[in-house]
DNA sequence: ATACATGTTGGAGC
DNA sequence: GGCTCCAACATGTA
């Protein structure tokens, strides 16, 4: 279900519930449901992998993790998390997170931080990086404090593109190649966007899941690698380790 | 059918 | 306090 691009097409399609009052909420999310019942859905917004439902003064900040699912105007086998009724129709969600906050999106995120975000800051994820030169670099892609929206394949894809080999620390990847990895987890994630809109996502992997390099034919090497011990497929052929 | 996977969090332990 | 590790959660797919 998430990395970021999935969630903003998620976004795109309840975004008709804005201004709409939600008339009864209900779920096994340990929320106070009587804190949206009579209330409208003043923005639905995205911030990476969140979806986030403001009201006045408080917002609903949705995660869908791993597993979650949502419907508009249907259900699922199983119990949801949160279902948010209005006068005509219906929003549920299966297997997420979800919080109530305080105050607004804006107290608590950086939108420059958002890869999909159109104030994403390119510069301002450069200079964060620049303080982890010991890190790795897969490490690094999947932290969403700086690449928010960024996923493991979102990660594999983009350092198969610019040719750099996901355990290469930081602080030894020339600054040239740095640009191109920040260009590059944008680029990339709004390939993402297109593809998943078009439903062919998968078609377009080039490394993820794959046996042989499809650039120079050679074996392609998979690991759990990383504090974020998520899985990373790799070439050793044509991925360079800094 | 058993294992795995687009992810994060909270708590234990040091 | 802060860092790291791990369990926990939940579900469709191969």
Redesign the pocket.
Known sequence: ???GP?ILIAAEEIRSFTRKRVTYAEG?ALIDMQRVQGKTVKEIRTW??LLLFCFDGFFLRI???????YRVNER????P?LTLYFAKGELNF??C?VKLMEGTPDDVFNWKGDVLNKLWSGKEAKAKLKEKPAALVCDLL?D?DIF?G???????EVLFRIHVHPASKLGKIPPRKINQLVKEAVDYTFDFLEWKRNFE??KHFQI??KKICPRCGSKVK?E?MG?????TFYCTGCQEKY
């Open positions: 279900m998430p990395e999935t096994s990476g992998k995660h869908f993790l791993l597993f979650g699912s699922r086998a199983g119990k998390k299966y297997a997170s999947l969403q928010s960024v996923g493991n394949i979102i990660k594999n996502l998968k993820i899941g998979k759990i504090k974020t011990k998520r899985r």
